[in-house]
């Protein structure tokens, strides 16, 4: 397997522009992940996936955020419009719980965003 | 809410020292606990992943330990080498299946 798949790798785009990430989770994980990384504030979890269903949004810091699963091969995460502030990594992630204990997440290269 | 804690944020040590990095949690209810490694801009890899049931995985040279109870939780590297300089990060499962990431630790080991 490819593993997760993140596009673009880098974006650098102006103040009030539209971005769009892409991922393409690991074939037959039923949970994604979408996840923000910044020096100050580390690794955040923004919004989770079941099944293509979005489960737990109270990560997305503010309307200017959403992102959607069409299908179980595709999910996309777009700011608009975008700010300075908004620059960081974000990473994708797929697992699947096998049990209640759960099992690892397989994460992404990540997109690195840079919002000017 | 849940909170994940790893001192100290950096560590560089001479190639060969056994070590020991630490990650405390603030919710014992947690249903795992992983280690993962990262290094310059990549992504997260996993290193062991401990079972709430479980209170030890081993992975070569990396050993990590739990304590639910007291909410910690050590990976121990032997032998460190400089290519395992890369920043480690803790993070657990609660009640959802979110998981909560410490800050990390960047580990530097000089030849």
């Known amino acids: 397997d490819a593993g997760v798949i993140q596009s673009p790798r880098h974006e650098v785009t102006e103040m009030g522009q539209e971005v769009t990430l892409r991922c393409k989770p690991i074939?037959?994980?039923?949970?994604l992940f979408w996840y923000r990384q910044t020096m100050m504030r580390g690794l955040e979890l923004l919004i989770y996936?079941?099944?293509?269903?979005?489960?737990?949004d109270s990560g997305m810091p503010e309307d200017r955020f959403s992102a959607k699963m069409p299908n179980a091969s595709f999910s996309t995460l777009k700011i608009q419009p975008s700010e300075p502030r908004d620059s960081a990594v974000y990473f994708c992630?797929?697992?699947?719980?096998?049990?209640?204990?759960?099992?690892?997440?397989?994460f992404g290269p990540g997109t690195r965003l840079t919002v000017l | 809410k849940q909170e994940v804690t790893q001192i100290p944020a950096a560590l560089s040590v001479p190639e060969g020292e056994n070590l020991v990095l630490n990650c405390s949690f603030t919710?014992?209810?947690?249903?795992?606990l992983q280690w993962f490694r990262q290094d310059p801009g990549k992504g997260l890899t996993s290193l062991l992943l401990?079972?709430?049931?479980?209170r030890e995985q081993t992975s070569g040279r990396l050993n990590a330990s739990l304590d639910k109870s007291s909410g910690r939780s050590t990976l121990y590297i032997a032998a460190s080498q400089p290519g395992d300089s890369a920043t480690y990060l803790c993070?657990?499962?609660?009640?959802?299946?979110?998981?909560?990431f410490g800050k990390g630790m960047k580990l530097t080991v000089n030849p």
């Open positions: 992630a797929s697992t699947t719980y096998r049990d209640l204990e759960g099992d690892t997440q397989y």
């Open positions: 074939s037959g994980h039923d949970y």
């Open positions: 996936f079941n099944n293509n269903v979005p489960i737990d």
């Open positions: 919710d014992s209810a947690i249903y795992n």
């Open positions: 401990i079972q709430s049931s479980q």
């Open positions: 993070a657990v499962v609660g009640g959802s299946e979110k998981l909560v």
